[in-house]
């Protein structure tokens, strides 16, 4: 049974920062490609960020790109996202999410599993 578990959410002021992790179970982790995504209320979920394989190849979206980093530890089998300079408007659930292939996809229907979530929310 494949699971995604989400941590390291919280409550922080804009500037501060937060460190996600998402630890993976049940899957040949090496051969997925990881993604952050993240959800507002009444928004749909969005791309945050993502990472090949083999930990080679990184994608941003553009309002995050310098302020979020995403690494991966295969031997861990964990996906990080590491998130400074936080603003009210990085406020969601976010969520990890992995599918097999190489490449970073960023349309969330293309990945195959997902957590459950981990809220983030940052006061002004």
């Known amino acids: 049974q494949v699971q995604l578990l989400e941590s390291g959410g919280g409550l922080v002021q804009a500037g501060g920062s937060l460190r996600l992790s998402c630890a993976a179970s049940?899957?040949?982790?090496?051969?997925?490609?990881m993604g952050w995504f993240r959800q507002a209320p009444g928004k749909e979920r969005e791309f945050v960020a993502g990472?090949?394989?083999?930990?080679?190849?990184?994608h941003y979206e553009d309002s995050v790109k310098g302020r979020f980093t995403i690494s991966r530890d295969n031997a861990k089998k964990t996906v990080s996202l590491q998130m400074n300079s936080l603003k009210p408007e990085d406020t969601a659930v976010y969520y990890c999410?992995?599918?097999?292939?190489?490449?970073?996809?960023?349309?969330?229907?293309?990945?195959?599993?997902w957590g459950q979530g981990t809220q983030v929310t940052v006061s002004s």
């Open positions: 990472i090949g394989w083999s930990g080679g190849s990184t």
């Open positions: 049940g899957l040949p982790f090496s051969l997925y490609a």
């Open positions: 999410a992995a599918k097999r292939t190489v490449v970073v996809h960023t349309n969330p229907v293309a990945y195959d599993y």
